[in-house]
């Protein structure tokens, strides 16, 4: 009986060692946790409800063709620049010959308007020399019709010699007017021809402009049979067959420039009242885990709720309405190096934390963000051979500044 009492003693007092131990230890974690959140409350708001965003980059053609060669499938890293489809050239090869031809056709045309020029100088000169000359004969037939009539009263000259004496007056008179009057042409077709090249040169003639622009046009279509990645990244949502018929605007691909991720985490809007731009953001990846956690700052506060721009946003003045707590996309920017040492792909899932203790800076943007995608068109190219062909017309060694 004794040793029964004592084992139950024993056991009673071993039981209640380990209460009083896990009470102390739920009672510290408790006391813990009260201190943490009394000095961090009110200092981070989080959400689950995040999001990796990224720039979808469609590689779509702009003239209408047939695909001759895809150089590019999913999950390929491509440069800027590189081919990804190519298109048929056959037609716009064709149109950039006849190009070319009419661009050199123009500019022997237009020298030849400059070369009028002095043809029709030398005419004005020509008919300034006849009305010189048919002036003196003018005058002298009038002079010997004078003569001649002061003194046929006296029977000196005959009717016959008098009337042959009128008959020269006529004919001067004649081949002067028609001097004059080719004169007058001459100096309108020199005037006409001058207001076609007056105070321009013949590489920069509106008819040389004119055939350089259709020039220019046909190689540009030729160019846009090569569709060209216009960012580096890689090839997402490939939709293009070979051998297809395809119109401008059509999605063919996608290009993912992997450098321009950011994530877009959905605050609850009680949680935005001291939320700033420029605040420090935690994030935690699902696919990395708690150990990669990355470094982010809060770069725009959206301008509106999700439920505002949905396709069929609801419809609150009704009957039946009931309060939803909204949310509001808070646009965060991602720590570049962070980024290229652990790759984040579009629609991963994000925690977000911000520390909402500096509330320095503004709840809204104060100016446009500067252009960070900018697509280089590339036309000295053709540039080149447009002050190429132009000079070959023109006789010159070197093209003149285009």
Known sequence: MDNSAERITGGNAKRKTALLTIGGIVTLAALV????????????????????????????????????AILAQDTDFVHAGQVLVQLDGADAQVALDQARAQLAQTVREVRNLYANNDTYAANVSVHAADIARTQSELARAKEDLARRQSVASIGAVSNEELEHAKANLVMAQTAHDAAVAGALSAKEQLASNKTLTSGVRVEHHPNVMRAAAKFREASINFQRT????????????????????????????????MDQMWVDANFKEVQLRNMRIGQ???????????????????EGLGAGTGAAFALLPAQNATGNWIKVVQRVPVRIRLDAKELADHPLRI????EAEVEVVDQSGAALAKSASKPSEVVATESGDIDAEIDKIIASNLGEKKAKAH
């Open 33 to 68: 946790y009260g201190v943490y959140w009394i000095i961090n409350n009110g200092k981070h708001e989080d959400t689950d409800n995040a999001y990796v965003q990224g720039n979808i980059v469609q590689i779509t053609p702009q003239i209408t063709g047939t695909v001759s």
């Open 226 to 257: 090569s569709l060209r990645a216009p960012v580096t990244g890689f090839v997402a949502r490939r939709s293009v067959q070979l051998g297809q018929r395809i119109q401008a605007g059509a999605p063919l691909m996608a290009v993912i420039p």
């Open 280 to 298: 420090p953001v935690i994030l935690i990846a699902d696919i990395y885990g708690k150990n990669q956690p990355f470094h982010g700052t809060v």
């Open 347 to 350: 629609g991963l899932s994000m």
